[in-house]
């Protein structure tokens, strides 16, 4: 079944009584360190848009989920997606789900390396989201891309070219890439969805930041919106945070 959510552009273009409405919604947030980047972002767009009537509470807890909060807590461990795929669920059965009104997790860059199966990952993602909406049909789960890593550059990587060898964060991305494009064929449009690398993955100007690879074009992250090649600065929390928020209340 698909959801029908509504696409705002910008938060100035969401009326007061959704608002209203997500000031008593109970929402949660599984991740990592780039969750918190996000959720600073989220702060700072809080604080500029007094009309939103959410908070931040840390909180793994069901019993503390508050209306008007976002409830969030670290979630799995970095590098083994699938113990955060897992513990999603298991949390979100266990409790979670028939106490949340909105729930979504994030998988982490590290979580994916040259080596990842793509195919098994998503197919096991997939499989446990549709247990999800099945037994919880009031309950909205919200998708989020995989976040993006630069590549190298540099005077190394001008000899890596030279002597045909890969740049640094290349495979790594080509996974990741392909992983979004699957949540992308499977969820977009049809279920709420942030598309996190494509923010990511934007210039201000709107071109893409990009790369080729065995013929096909792929994504990484504008290295202007990253202190260390992968966790998001100000600037870039902000855009994804905006995105976050317009997404939760088009799902409303």
Request: proline letters at 4%; glycine letters at 8%.
């Amino acid at each position: 079944m698909e959801d029908k959510a509504v696409q705002y552009e910008k938060l100035s273009d969401v009326p007061e009584i959704v608002w209203q409405k997500i000031s008593r919604k109970k929402i949660y947030f599984g991740h990592q360190s780039v969750g918190y980047n996000i959720l600073n972002g989220v702060r700072q767009v809080l604080k500029q848009n007094p009309q939103i009537p959410l908070t931040i509470e840390e909180t793994y807890d069901p019993d503390n989920f508050k209306a008007g909060t976002i409830a969030q807590s670290q979630l799995g461990y970095n590098g083994d997606p699938k113990s955060k795929l897992d513990m999603f669920a298991y949390f979100a059965k266990a409790a979670g789900a028939g106490r949340a009104n909105i729930m979504f997790f994030k998988f982490c860059y590290e979580d994916f390396t040259k080596k990842t199966d793509v195919k098994v990952l998503f197919n096991d993602y997939k499989k446990k989201y549709a247990q999800l909406e099945r037994r919880y049909p009031e309950t909205t789960f919200i998708h989020l891309t995989v976040p993006l890593t630069t590549i190298q550059t540099g005077i190394k990587a001008e000899i890596k070219k030279f002597l045909g060898r890969p740049l640094g964060g290349v495979a790594e991305n080509i996974k990741r890439c392909e992983f979004n494009d699957m949540l992308r064929t499977s969820y977009m449009g049809k279920k709420p969805l942030v598309d996190i690398a494509a923010i990511e993955s934007t210039f201000p100007d709107g071109q893409r930041a990009s790369f080729e690879a065995n013929g096909k074009t792929y994504y990484y992250l504008v290295p202007e919106y990253t202190r260390d090649g992968g966790h998001l600065n100000t600037m870039a929390a902000k855009l994804v945070a905006e995105q976050l928020l317009l997404t939760i209340a088009g799902s409303v």
